[in-house]
């Protein structure tokens, strides 16, 4: 392939090298199996964009965009002034915990019907009529089960590219968990030319430039991009510190628009 100059955009000469540490268990339902929601060992860097205050979503959504993710309204406003990576665990291991929860009734009777917990007793003999009472309708959301979850301690570390001030604690995870925010070094961040690579840090899938070649990589399936690590790609590149990571990454991808 033919390199062409012109995609290769340096829109920051400086990045920091953060690190997170946990103050308290942090779960993200990363992957579902039965009645088990599991968190991965990473933090996505769309939920660090959120947690840093670099974007707001609206606190209930209506009309079209009822259920709809809006990253590419949020996030790609950011372009060519902050970008942050994945966060990958910083001694390379990362402890686990599971914890059950409910939300059973402590009512005299409950059942369990579709995915809901049935309480009014009197809607019984409404059911063996072939009824279906109000309180047997079906939810999406689970009353029991259990999850997996980060362990408070555990450190993760990530690169951040813009001058935006960094909040010394942020919040993460569906139970807005509390992260200390660490900057450990500063970096010039340096071109590389049109090569094979080996990147040492994580990546977000959907965050790839459009002229790059990957040739192989790990994958860790997560919504809602998966993320990619130990990738061996062909393209321009950055080199950060020790860290070596492909250029022109963005929230969405460039093509977002397209």
Not at 21 to 43: K, N, Q
Not at 63 to 73: A, F, H, M, V, W
Not at 214 to 231: E, Q, R
Request: proline letters at 7%; glycine letters at 6%.
């Amino acid at each position: 392939m033919i390199q062409n100059p012109s995609d290769f955009i340096l829109t920051h000469s400086t990045a920091r090298l953060i690190e997170l540490w946990c103050a308290e268990p942090v779960f993200f339902a990363s992957r579902e199996l039965s009645d088990t929601y599991y968190t991965e060992s990473a933090i996505g860097n769309y939920a660090l964009a959120y947690a840093l205050g670099w974007a707001r979503s609206p606190y209930r959504l209506t009309g079209q965009d009822t259920s709809r993710p809006r990253y590419i309204e949020d996030l790609t406003p950011l372009s060519g002034q902050s970008y942050i990576l994945p966060a990958w665990p910083a001694n390379g291991t990362v402890s686990l915990r599971f914890e059950r929860f409910n939300a059973l009734s402590d009512s005299y009777w409950y059942a369990m019907t579709n995915n809901r917990v049935a309480t009014a007793r009197e809607d019984v003999p409404l059911s063996r009529s072939g009824k279906k009472p109000s309180t047997y309708r079906p939810s999406n959301f689970p009353q029991t089960g259990r999850l997996r979850m980060i362990e408070r301690g555990n450190r993760f570390q990530t690169l951040v590219f813009g001058d935006r001030e960094l909040p010394e604690y942020i919040r993460v995870g569906k139970f807005t968990s509390k992260v200390r925010v660490d900057i450990l070094k500063k970096f010039d961040v340096v071109q590389l030319p049109r090569g094979d690579y080996r990147c040492n840090t994580y990546l977000s899938a959907a965050d790839m430039p459009a002229n790059i070649e990957l040739l192989a990589f790990d994958l860790i399936s997560m919504p809602p991009t998966s993320l990619l690590k130990n990738l061996s790609f062909r393209g321009e590149a950055l080199q950060v510190g020790d860290f070596i990571l492909p250029a022109n990454l963005e929230f969405c991808g460039q093509n977002h628009n397209g």
